[in-house]
């Protein structure tokens, strides 16, 4: 991996987990909840990370990226993402502390989903690959999905509850804004080095 590609991945990982916090008190504000409803591209990632972008992946899995970080990278995501809005001290309390229980739990389910993991994949590498096993993985992937997408779900309605109206929209209208501005980035990165122009 060259130096350039190593730092635009590193660059893009850092967006994509201040974008999780972002979508998380954005989604509780309503505006993109049949977006995030609909998970991470592929869905449950249960035969490794990153092969089909599920949760835990490098595909844009919500929870997945909020399980991850200490608590005081995440106080600090939930800050920037609260700076501009006028919380006060009481709210950013309140928002931080379903941050940061969403993000244990998650965590935990995201454990979780690495013993199915390693199961799906040892399915595959076995000389005989056993259909009803690989089917019954993928309904128990399925189940932990959806439980973690409740989760998270959970922890967006009770950071609606803390947020004033005014301040849902200001952050939907700023996650909207932001969500164009990382599409256009995976378009550039797409397009290569050379189409960049």
Known sequence: MSATTHTTTRT??????RMAITALLAVAAGVTLPVWAQG???GPDMWGP?????????????HGMMAMGSPERI????????DGLKATDAQRTQVKQIALAAAADLKAQREAGRALRQKGLQILAAPTVDAAAAESLRQQALAQHDQASKRMLQAMLDIA????PEQRATLGARMTQRAE??????????RGPAQKS
Request: hydrophobic letters at 40%; glycine letters at 24%.
């Open 181 to 190: 501005i990382m599409q256009e980035r995976i378009q550039r990165m797409q």
């Open 75 to 82: 106080g600090r995501m939930v800050d920037r993402m609260l």
């Open 12 to 17: 893009l990982r850092r967006a994509v987990g």
């Open 50 to 62: 990153g092969m089909m972008g599920g949760p835990g992946g490098p595909g844009m899995g919500g």
């Open 161 to 164: 509850k803390v947020l004033t």
């Open 40 to 42: 991470a591209p592929g």
